[in-house]
């Protein structure tokens, strides 16, 4: 089990590297964590909600997501208040003072069946803690880390943040405020984001093993792997350092709603080297780009009425007139239409209001989430659609409004779920919304895009710029994988984990080859 000193100290990049060391290493991996809060959440081949950082977990362990690897997701909905999903449904909202106790011992059992379930089902799981094991005030309640690690009898690594300052005394305080049994599970330390000569650092991890005797099993250094976030924080960080474009890139520019959701649907674009992708939250810093999307929004009300009050709305409207390309992505969609409606208030404390007036639409939000994952077709042949068209799409849908369309007007996709066939998506000038998340993932897509938006500055996209997305994501969670062997005693680490050294010395390469057949790579 990985826990941290904090949160946001790299626990699951961690998580997601030794889920790919053990895959390399011919082990049936699944990676695991109780309880997640996040915005970015992903829907499975079941149509059931989890977070997105065990999916990536998933992925990095060549297995198919599944929600008993995240039994608990909430969904951060307002100041005080989340939605709560259990084992991939909504249960509705709920806030924090009411969650944070017989609610949340309520979930225990779901988290237990989901533990057990998966260390019956897999070799090795790589189990993820949330925040600190030491936030004393949450703890009689906790479901997501020393309780998850005595139920599973699983030894801890502890990891702490050298990047940001005090790392050692974090450690030494999260020690002396656990339990004497639950410290007796801690069986190793690791830094990470670590910058500078280890050399110099050596003397502190002396220290560290003398004064706690837990063996410090490695640095980490920082790194920039691209490997999907779990939270806003680093969306945070790259507000703070917002990219320029050069005469080289593209300039597309992204909404940041208060309560944005899934912002690693643009994953793909900033891997894109002719792309500057920037996120905006006020208008004097809109600008023109060559692309505005409206990403999706756990409460669009909220978020809708941001955009008016901030002036971004008027602005919106006004690229539109000047026929600057717009997206809108799930809660971004809805807000383009004419007018959306909550009147059983299912996400907010609205009932209604007047929406961009872009696509030609009303929403209304219902008691119901639809959740599911989705194929298909695209059907339109306007704008960067054109030279894709009959191309096929894939990604997932997290909604709880339903788009009525008016009358005669073209939709994007036929997508196909569960059997059932329909429509998705609109098109008005050079604007288009669709409730189908990971659209940019879609590499065909993606590249027209991209190549239609270069001819409007009367320009030809090199053919070779053009990337893989899967490509790119497996050579990513290899070099992660390389990075923390190089690092980390794996050695020592399997020693605590009881794994037969000897097995573990089977040629990694030749056992993935072997794989293939067995359908653990995805």
Not at 12 to 24: E, N
Not at 321 to 332: A, F, H, L, R, T
Not at 341 to 351: I, K, V
């Amino acid at each position: 089990m990985i826990q941290g000193t904090s949160s946001s100290v790299g626990k699951s990049v961690l998580a997601a590297a030794f889920c790919r060391i053990f895959y390399q290493e011919g082990y049936l991996v699944s990676p695991f964590k109780a309880q997640n809060m996040a915005l970015n959440s992903f829907v499975t081949t079941t149509g059931g909600e989890m977070g997105r950082a065990q999916v990536v977990q998933a992925q990095a362990a060549g297995v198919e997501p599944e929600v008993r690897m995240n039994p608990i997701l909430l969904k951060p909905s307002g100041p005080t208040g989340s939605q709560v999903v259990i084992m991939g449904k909504s249960q509705g909202n709920v806030t924090a003072l009411r969650y944070h106790g017989e609610y949340q011992r309520m979930t225990w059992p779901y988290v237990k069946d989901a533990l057990h379930g998966l260390l019956d089902d897999f070799e090795v799981v790589v189990i993820e803690g949330a925040g600190s094991p030491a936030e004393v005030n949450l703890k009689s309640n906790d479901i997501v880390n020393m309780r998850v690690a005595m139920e599973a009898n699983s030894p801890v690594l502890l990891v702490a943040d050298i990047d940001r300052g005090g790392a050692l005394a974090a450690v030494v305080g999260t020690l002396e405020l656990v339990e004497p049994e639950e410290r007796a599970m801690i069986k190793g330390i690791i830094f990470n984001k670590f910058r500078g000569e280890l050399a110099l650092l050596q003397p502190a991890l002396d220290f560290m093993e003398e004064r706690t005797g837990i063996p410090v099993l490695g640095v980490v250094p920082y790194f920039k792997i691209r490997i999907p976030d779990e939270d806003s924080v680093a969306l945070n960080e790259a507000m703070e350092k917002p990219s320029v474009a050069s005469a080289e890139q593209l300039d597309i520019a992204v909404v940041r709603f208060p309560y944005i959701s899934n912002f690693t649907d643009f994953d793909a674009l900033l891997d894109e080297t002719d792309v500057s992708l920037r996120y905006v939250s006020e208008a004097a810093n809109l600008g023109k780009p060559d692309l505005l999307i409206l990403p999706g929004s756990k409460n669009t009300l909220a978020d809708l009425r941001f955009l008016h009050e901030s002036g971004l709305s008027a602005q919106i409207q006004d690229l539109c007139k000047q026929e600057v390309p717009i997206i809108g992505v799930c809660g971004g969609y809805q807000m383009m239409g004419r007018t959306v409606m909550d009147p059983l208030h299912t996400e907010s404390e609205f009932e209604e209001m007047r929406g961009l007036d872009i696509l030609p639409m009303v929403t209304e939000f219902e008691p119901h989430k639809h959740t599911v994952q989705c194929k298909g077709t695209i059907i339109s042949e306007h704008g960067f659609f054109k030279a894709c068209v009959g191309e096929n799409v894939a990604g997932y849908e997290i909604h709880m409004g339903r788009s009525t369309l008016d009358e005669g007007q073209s939709p994007l996709f036929i997508l196909t779920s569960n059997g059932e066939s329909y429509t998705d998506g609109l098109q008005a000038g050079n604007a288009y919304g669709t409730y189908l998340h990971g659209i940019f993932d879609n590499d065909g897509l993606r590249t027209s895009l991209l190549g239609w938006l270069w001819q409007r500055r009367d320009r030809v996209r090199p053919v070779e710029m053009s990337l893989s997305q899967a490509a790119l994501r497996e050579s990513a969670f290899n070099e992660l994988a390389d990075l923390v062997r190089q690092s980390v005693d794996i050695e020592r680490v399997r020693a605590i984990m009881g794994l037969d050294s000897e097995a573990m010395s089977k040629d990694a390469k030749g056992l993935n080859d072997s794989l293939e057949g067995k359908n653990r790579v995805i």
